[in-house]
């Protein structure tokens, strides 16, 4: 899996320290959430506008006090909301605010009566219209989830915030309302109707104003997510489709995940002479590519630095997962960027396999084991399966998944028994002395993917919960066994996460930092296959390849984690239709129900 390009620094953990973000938007979204809470404090807590002026004009006629705190209420909370875009570099965040901040230096004078609360407000409107280059960010991919679970989150807000704003006037309360009288108060208020709770003066009317104002709010910021215009998902064209079939034709044999390059759910850019590309989604603003660039090595740097444009444009936080050495190399070189080392790919030599031996003791009695209880086993391409059993295959692999979460996006094509996928390997066990179930005799399936003309990469690994222990083992070696038949002299099984920390901090004379390391692994293995899946894979005595992931900042690590782990279907942020409210999909293009799971691959 190494390339032309040579190893500057070896095998590090840290290879180039990059630049860090622009820092003016960093400073004006920090800045736009400190005006906001001003304008919402300066709404809601009648000490904090205490003035002559304000004392003034309390006695004045009219609604205009109320109806200012209501705008300084609504700049506030809408300023927070914006403050996250504008450290983005959003263009439409940075409009919005150009907007309100006046409109909250108005509310703020003629509410308050606060020069300086009003001067506060202009003194970050200078700032925003000087460096209004720095905001050039284009909109994210739209979901019309978006408009639902900001539905959500308002509401929720607007009834915390409203309890405060009705208990934020005790002197002129009338009466001792409980909570509940509060609480339905703020209900009502939200919709713009009078509560039970009252007050002296024009307190009520103040009250009345900034709760309409939440209310509004809310339904107005839903209304708008759920009616613009919606932006496409990543998706990857025919056309694009074919453009990477033919480079990996060329050039597919350099990365064991080359191929998974075709999933569907990604879009990609390439190089501007088309020999190189990069596939990618976007998941919660970074723009997330997986595996080496595809294509000539030489090209890849026209197509890093389209990626790394497509970032800038619209200010997404751009990171790699499970790249090789030679690609973590070029991403470093060629953008600035850090890579640390992520854990270890298993990659069998079929010559050099053997059951034999000592260490492949507890292998070689579990599939004899396996064997003698009648269960058989059939590898073979794709192209030679029948339709009918590979629709016995789909379902039963839809139905052994175990979750109805859909994982797998590095790691995994998210398709089975496509016709474009002929070359695709397939080992599945068979039990052929029990009755047949739903799925006829079929037990297990192992899913392989090409690597070149010559190598395969599990994709996905499902089996019958009722089927015997040890069908992975059984298939793998299985696989291994037929590969000379069909031309494969390289296997490449799990990725291994923290690989190398767990086989050291094993061995003798490890140090108590590193052995503290492992500990925590193995700890954090109750949940996720961490020491399990480095076992498995170190049954087959594989050669160990390093992968590693590519990021801008240290501080981008968290959001770069939890990204992978949604793009993986670990972690789903979104609120997913009931499986009898699915629309289900063609056996062909594009196949989203097809999605693989991974098990034990992208743990």
Request: hydrophobic share 45%; charged share 25%.
């Amino acid at each position: 899996m190494s390339g032309e390009v040579p190893s500057r620094s070896g095998r590090a953990r840290r290879i180039v320290r990059g630049p860090r973000p622009e820092a003016v938007p960093a400073l004006v979204g920090r800045a736009c959430a400190v005006v906001g809470a001003l304008d919402i404090a300066a709404g809601v807590f009648p000490r904090f506008r205490h003035s002559r002026m304000h004392a003034m004009a309390e006695v004045l006629p009219g609604s205009l006090g109320p109806f200012a705190a209501a705008l300084s209420l609504s700049a506030g909370v809408l300023l927070l909301l914006l403050a996250h875009g504008l450290k983005r570099r959003k263009r439409r965040a940075w409009r919005a605010a150009v907007a309100l901040l006046p409109a909250g230096a108005v509310s703020q004078f003629v509410y308050r009566h606060s020069l300086i609360g009003a001067l506060i407000s202009l003194a970050l409107f200078v700032p925003l219209v000087i460096h209004r280059e720095e905001f050039k960010a284009l909109p994210d991919p739209r979901s019309r989830w978006r408009a639902l679970a900001n539905f959500v989150l308002m509401s929720a807000g607007s009834l915390a915030l409203g309890l405060v704003i009705v208990s934020a006037h005790p002197r002129r309360t009338i009466g001792d309302p409980s909570l509940a009288d509060r609480l339905t108060h703020v209900i009502y208020g939200l919709f713009g109707f009078e509560g039970p709770v009252d007050y002296e003066g024009a307190t009520s009317w103040t009250v009345a104003f900034s709760l309409g104002a939440l209310g509004l709010i809310t339904a107005v910021t839903t209304i708008y997510l759920a009616f613009r215009p919606e932006h496409p998902a990543a998706h990857l064209t025919e056309e694009d489709e074919t453009r990477l079939r033919a480079l990996l034709e060329k050039h597919g044999a350099r990365d064991s995940l080359g191929h998974f390059a075709l999933r569907r759910d990604k879009a990609v850019v390439f190089s501007p002479s088309g020999k190189a590309a990069v596939t990618y989604r976007v998941v919660s603003g970074v723009m997330l590519a997986s595996g080496d660039p595809i294509g000539d090595v030489e090209a890849w740097p026209g197509a890093i630095e389209r990626f790394m444009d497509e970032a800038k444009a619209h200010s997404w936080t751009p990171a790699v997962m499970g790249c090789s050495e030679t690609g973590g190399e070029v991403w470093t070189r060629e953008t600035g960027l850090d890579a640390l080392e992520l854990g270890d790919e298993a990659v069998v030599d079929v010559a050099d396999f053997s059951l034999a031996g000592r260490a492949m003791r507890n292998v070689r009695q579990m599939v004899k084991r396996i064997e003698r209880a009648g269960y058989e086993t059939r590898v073979r391409r794709i192209r030679d399966v029948g339709e009918a059993e590979l629709d016995r295959i789909r379902r039963a692999a839809e139905d052994w998944r175990g979750t109805d979460t859909e994982r797998g996006f590095s790691m995994a094509l998210g398709r089975i028994g496509d016709p474009s996928d002929g070359d695709c390997l397939i080992a599945t066990a068979h039990k052929t002395d029990e009755q047949p179930g739903p799925y006829g005799d079929l037990k297990a399936i192992l899913h392989f993917v090409p690597w070149g003309t010559d190598g395969v990469s599990l994709d996905l690994m499902r089996r019958d919960r009722a089927a015997d222990p040890g069908m992975n083992e059984l298939l793998i070696v299985a696989a291994l066994q037929a590969s000379p038949k069909l031309g494969i002299t390289r296997i490449s099984l799990n990725f291994a996460m923290f690989r190398s920390a767990l086989a050291r901090g094993e061995k003798i004379g490890a140090g108590p930092v590193l052995r503290a390391w492992r500990g925590l692994l193995v700890f954090l293995s109750r949940w996720f296959q961490i020491e399990s899946l480095y076992k498995f894979n170190a049954k087959f005595q594989p050669r160990w390849e390093p992968r590693f992931v590519v990021y801008r900042a240290s501080g981008d690590l968290p959001r770069i984690g939890l990204a992978a782990m949604q793009a993986e279907g670990f972690v789903n942020l979104a609120l997913p239709l009931p499986r009898f409210l699915r629309r289900p999909a063609p056996a062909a293009r594009p196949c989203p129900h097809q999605v693989a799971e991974h098990e034990v691959r992208a743990a």
